[in-house]
Structures are given as structure tokens and as C-alpha cells.
């Protein structure tokens, strides 16, 4: 049974804003493992109920707080902002209330990092807020996602003709360097300085690839779940991915990875286009269905 975790008066009060870019809901997802090591799904419940109808995508989460991008349906051209969710509390705050549109809010220690897109010019640049301050990360605006590698660099994916590309980028000197063109929208920092990345390698063939922020090498761990660009990276040892009405996962071993095993099938719950997701702690995770 799907239920809804937050009471009916968060409704009521978040209901303010909105942006007609096609409903999407956060689901969250727990299990526990059986005697034979197999994954047992126990709970699955509706995040986002108080905006059934809006936009609630690109989950992060840190410390206990889930981030989303969210607007709201029921006022027409109004801007995307970042919430947070502290699930285990059942309570929310609304982190950014502005009349341009804020995405893919990314927390590293003080830093929320995010892309903001201007309501006038349509430019997307990366920003930053330390909790007092507002700073524009780098000149650039034409950012499409991103990922801090460290206080001083940066993996940032630009559009460029119509493309994905995506560069690492020196915040101290500015220089950028090209990692690869045509680049998929997920990246995370996995062990010993390897950032993994998706490259479509043509529209049939995708890969997840590890890029060596320290020599610039890149490998391939493995082929993505066919369609599919988001991934999750579970501290360095799992993948895990989704499509339509499943959730998989695989092991990393020496930089290369298992093959895909289908852990959580959700064709009873009328959930038909799982995508971005992110795991938390040892037995749940939060997936965003379209």
C-alpha cells in the first residue's frame, strides 16, 4: 500500500507556487534482507503528496535531509525552488522562493550548490550558499549539471550544440578541460579520485565510465540498464539504476561491475517510469516516478 507521508497541513502551506513541466512524485522505499540475503520491500510511501499534481525531481540526500526541485501545478509559469525534507520528522522547509528557477540542489558539508536558471535571459549558471552567503561558482551559463570534485574543482556537464559535454574544471586557475562529448546528466565521486559518468556512445549504446581526476583516464564499468541515465552510486561498491517498474542494482569490484540484478519490481503499484533515485542508509531509498 502506497501512503502519504506528510500530513495534510504541509498541503496547505506549500501550496503556493508552480510550474507545468509534468507531474513527478518521490516515493520512499524500504526493505529488509531475508535469510537467503534477498531483498524484502516493507514499506513503500508516497514523499510528496502535498504536491501530487507539481514537479518534485532530483533527489539528494545528506545528513538525514532529503533535497528536491519542486513547483507546484496549481499556479501556471511559476518558478521551480529547492525543499527540504527531513523524512524521519515528517516535516518540511522550503529552502529557495524566487522568481527564477533553482535545480539539482547538491549539499557538500555548509555548501548548497545548485543550477539556477534565470526567469529572464534563460541562462543556467551554478551557484552556491554557504548559509550566509550567495556566490555564482563559475561564469559560465550554460550549465546543465554538475558535481564538486573538491573545494577547488569541479565536473560540470555544459550544453554545447545542442549536446551534453562534459569538463573538468580548475576553480583556482579556470582552466577546463573536456572529459568527453555527449554526456549523460548523473555524475558521483566514487573511491580513489574516480568520477563516474554516463557517455552515450551512440542512441543505442550507454555506458556508465570512471573518469581519474588524478591521470585522466577513463574506463568503463559497465553498460546502463537500456534507455536509462540515472544512476546512484552506493559508497563505491553498488550501482544502482531504474526503468519503468524496476530498480536494479550491481556490484563494483576493481573498477568493473556485476551484471544488472533486478532487486524491486513495482508493476503492482502502477509506477510505470521510475528514473533519478538515491539511496539512504543501509535499508531505503527514495526513486522519483514520472
Not at 565536473?155 to 555527449?182: G, M, P, R
Not at 565510465?209 to 561498491?237: A, H, M, W
Not at 524496476?246 to 561491475?257: E, K, V, W
Request: charged share 20%; with cysteine.
Amino acid at each position: 500500500m502506497v501512503r502519504g507521508l506528510l500530513p495534510l497541513f504541509y498541503c496547505i502551506l506549500l501550496a503556493t507556487t508552480g510550474q507545468g513541466q509534468g507531474s513527478s512524485n518521490a516515493y520512499l522505499l524500504k526493505w529488509a534482507m531475508s535469510s537467503s540475503a534477498e531483498f524484502q520491500m516493507t514499506q513503500l510511501d508516497l514523499l510528496t503528496a502535498f504536491n501530487d499534481q507539481g514537479y518534485n525531481n532530483q533527489p539528494f540526500s545528506s545528513d538525514g535531509e532529503l533535497l528536491l526541485s519542486s513547483s507546484w501545478e496549481q499556479r501556471n509559469g511559476s518558478d521551480t525552488d529547492i525543499i527540504s525534507l527531513d523524512i524521519a520528522r515528517q516535516a518540511m522547509r522550503r529552502i529557495t522562493a524566487t522568481k527564477d528557477s533553482e535545480y539539482s540542489p547538491t549539499r557538500v558539508g555548509q555548501n548548497l550548490y545548485f543550477v539556477r536558471q534565470d526567469a529572464e535571459t534563460g541562462f543556467q549558471e551554478l551557484w552556491k550558499y554557504d548559509g550566509s552567503e550567495l556566490q555564482k561558482v563559475i561564469p559560465e551559463t550554460n550549465v546543465a549539471y554538475f558535481y564538486p570534485i573538491s573545494e577547488d574543482r569541479l565536473a560540470v556537464v555544459l550544453i554545447e550544440n545542442n549536446q551534453l559535454n562534459l569538463y573538468d574544471i580548475n576553480l583556482i586557475s579556470n582552466k577546463k578541460t573536456k572529459i568527453i562529448d555527449n554526456a549523460g546528466r548523473c555524475l558521483s565521486l566514487g573511491r580513489n579520485g574516480a568520477l563516474y559518468f554516463i557517455h552515450k556512445y551512440n542512441a543505442d549504446t550507454w555506458y556508465v565510465k570512471t573518469y581519474d581526476i588524478l591521470n585522466g583516464q577513463i574506463r568503463i564499468v559497465c553498460k546502463t540498464i537500456p534507455g536509462s541515465e540515472d544512476f546512484y552510486l552506493e559508497n563505491g561498491d553498488y550501482l544502482w539504476m531504474a526503468a519503468t517498474n524496476r530498480i536494479y542494482r550491481c556490484s563494483i569490484q576493481n573498477g568493473l561491475a556485476s551484471p544488472w540484478n533486478n532487486i524491486f519490481n513495482l508493476e503492482d503499484y502502477s509506477l510505470n517510469n521510475i528514473g533519478r533515485l538515491c539511496v539512504i542508509g543501509d535499508n531505503q531509498l527514495v526513486f522519483i516516478n514520472q
